[in-house]
């Protein structure tokens, strides 16, 4: 698996990792346990040395699943979790908790489900904001100090809540969804990222599915799944003009005998050698499919027919609640 470094932290990691949520939050049906230790362990076996989890995945259960499987070959590979959601009965209107107290005694707990002694990426989920900034990164800043923490990252904040966090404690990464089909981030985010030294780790690289083409506009998704509630999947006409993403890729991968899939990876590992793409799965052709993006090479003139075809998602991202959170 090739290497990548994230930003200018020397943080190294596989060009590709893996995204554990869905192992036992958000799509459904998951698979026993033992399944999802077996997956974890395959991607180490393939070369996958990132491995992305949060607190609020489960709750807690995707962070001790991720560090029982991960507990033999902890020293292989770079752990990332997420602080931030108001767990603990802190009746948080926003439903945010980045209380220094809070992070500090929500990371002893991510420690003990994680069965380590440190976690290699820290970031906040979301943007608290009823908590300074500074604040945040302070806390964390004692948590590296103490040994805790090794990398300090941001999940959906924006340019100016990365600059000032960066300049009380250096941000090593931030998280956010970016894809063919939800550019956004290019307009300030990756700029600043670039600007500053710091890496990306795009979730969602394949639009939730649908990027892989196996989406269509009958396709049911099960009763809990987290795309019953996502715009781009409940309205029709929606995720009828999305499909214009997939022809695309298709055209594109049956030139290189690859998969929409592996397209849409292909692409976002052509941006900048600092993007790390998290794709999830719960199957390992599926995971190996992912990890042979890596040596699917677009040609410019492949790269310049995407960017010409201007093609624009229809439908919102998320509902209102959940948006409020992004920091924009």
């Known amino acids: 698996m090739d290497k990548r470094t994230l930003g200018t932290s020397g943080l190294g990691v596989s060009a590709i990792g893996l995204g554990c949520m869905g192992l036992s939050q958000a799509f459904p049906p998951f698979p026993p346990k033992e399944d999802g230790i077996r997956l974890i362990r395959q991607a180490v076996e393939r070369g996958v040395t990132l491995f992305d989890t949060a607190q609020v995945y489960g709750p807690l259960t995707n962070e001790e699943l991720v560090g029982e499987a991960l507990e033999p070959v902890r020293d292989q590979v770079v752990i990332a979790t997420k602080f931030g959601f108001d767990l603990f009965g802190g009746g948080r209107e926003s439903g945010l908790d980045s209380r220094p107290d809070t992070i500090r005694s929500s990371v002893e707990g991510s420690l003990q489900r994680l069965r380590t002694d440190r976690i290699d990426l820290l970031y906040q989920h979301r943007v608290d904001p009823d908590v300074p900034?500074?604040?945040?990164?302070?806390?964390?800043?004692?948590?590296?100090?103490?040994?805790?923490?090794?990398?300090?990252?941001?999940?959906?904040?924006?340019?100016?809540?990365?600059?000032?966090?960066?300049?009380?404690?250096?941000?090593?990464?931030?998280?956010?969804?970016?894809?063919?089909?939800?550019?956004?981030?290019?307009?300030?985010?990756?700029?600043?990222?670039?600007?500053?030294?710091?890496?990306?780790?795009?979730?969602?690289?394949?639009?939730?599915?649908?990027?892989?083409?196996t989406i269509d506009q009958t396709t049911q998704f099960a009763s809990g799944d987290f795309r019953n509630t996502v715009p781009r999947f409940t309205d029709a006409e929606a995720r009828k003009a999305n499909l214009a993403f997939v022809e695309l890729l298709k055209e594109i991968a049956a030139d290189k005998e690859a998969t929409p899939a592996q397209v849409a990876l292909a692409w976002l590992l052509a941006q900048k050698p600092w993007i790390v793409p998290i794709p999830g799965t719960t199957k390992l052709h599926r995971l190996e499919q992912n990890l042979a993006a890596v040596n699917v090479e677009l040609t410019a003139d492949e790269l310049r027919k995407i960017e010409e075809a201007q093609i624009q998602a229809r439908g919102e991202r998320y509902q209102p609640r959940q948006q409020q959170m992004i920091d924009r």
């Open 133 to 213: 900034i500074e604040e945040v990164a302070g806390a964390v800043k004692e948590l590296i100090d103490d040994g805790k923490v090794k990398h300090f990252g941001l999940s959906e904040a924006g340019a100016q809540t990365i600059r000032r966090a960066h300049a009380v404690q250096p941000v090593t990464a931030l998280q956010s969804e970016y894809s063919l089909w939800w550019r956004e981030p290019e307009e300030q985010i990756i700029p600043a990222l670039e600007e500053l030294g710091i890496g990306f780790v795009p979730f969602s690289p394949l639009g939730k599915g649908f990027l892989t083409g």
